[in-house]
């Protein structure tokens, strides 16, 4: 069989390089190992300081591959910051245990959620705690589905803002008028609430990194109740 060199590089611009070799990472999978360990890591991007207890449920393959996959190591690894190519991941259950990172495993099931779905309950060093549930789609890549009470979408592609806010007229231009000001162009954009006028939380994926400043004009708008940046993973 012969293919024209024309066509390998049309598959290769229509696919990305990335999705066809795969990512940089410490094996076996893609989906079970990179994609772990990115989970881990955009929950702790999310949390936004040290966790120092991990309570993590395992749905479908997931639960049912994790300790031959080292979907367990990954996934600590992420929430310890290590990079999916990091060497550390190997031990990092060995790690966890010498930082007294609190951890533990068990199965959920989750019905009709990816086979390859974590919810990973995380406590920071200061008492802050936040539940994440997350996917790994295949090839590292990864979704975040839920945010505590929120059902989102973040992905961690890009550097994002999370808006926790009052569901109420104008907080939109609010946001999208401070980001305005500070020249940051917004990728994507989403707004998730449990009832109408009550809290909603708004995302927004953007091209630039945010800084502090931004940080604080988002949180003084009237009807903010929290606002952080996520760091693109």
Same mark, same amino acid.
């Given at each position: ?6 066509d ?9 390089l ?17 994609? @772990?360990a990115?989970?881990? #890591? ?8 040290? =966790?120092? /207890?991990?309570?993590?449920? %395992?749905?479908?393959s ?7 996959h080292g ?36 199965t ?11 919810i990973?309950?995380l ?25 505590? @009470?929120?059902?989102v979408? #973040? ?8 808006? =926790?806010? /009052?569901?109420?007229?104008? %907080?939109i231009?609010k ?6 000001l ?15 006028g ?9 091209d630039?990194?945010?800084?502090d400043?931004v ?19």
């Amino acid at each position: 069989m012969f293919f024209r060199l024309g066509d390998i590089f049309e598959e290769v611009s229509m696919k990305g390089l990335f999705d066809i070799v795969g990512p940089v990472m410490i094996g076996p999978s893609s989906s079970h190992t990179a994609g @772990a360990a990115r989970l881990g #890591l955009m929950a702790l991007k999310i949390l936004g300081e040290p =966790v120092v /207890k991990a309570e993590i449920l %395992l749905h479908g393959s997931f639960a049912k591959t994790y300790r031959g996959h080292g979907t367990d190591k990954a996934l600590l690894a992420g929430i310890m910051g290590f990079e999916p190519e990091d060497d550390r991941i190997r031990n990092a259950i060995d790690i966890a245990k010498e930082r007294k990172l609190e951890f533990s495993f068990d199965t959920v099931d989750l019905m009709d959620a990816h086979p390859n779905t974590a919810i990973l309950k995380l406590t920071g060093e200061s008492g802050k705690c936040t539940t994440i549930e997350g996917s790994s789609i295949g090839g590292g890549n990864i979704v975040i589905n839920r945010i505590d @009470a929120f059902e989102v979408h #973040l992905t961690g592609q890009y550097p994002a803002l999370v808006v =926790v806010q /009052k569901d109420k007229p104008g %907080l939109i231009n609010k946001i999208t008028g401070v980001l305005a000001l500070y020249e940051i162009n917004v990728a994507y954009m989403r707004v998730f609430r449990q009832k109408r006028g009550q809290e909603a939380m708004m995302i927004l994926e953007t091209d630039e990194d945010l800084t502090d400043d931004v940080l604080k004009a988002c949180r003084v708008a009237s009807g903010v109740i929290t606002a952080f940046a996520i760091p693109a993973i």
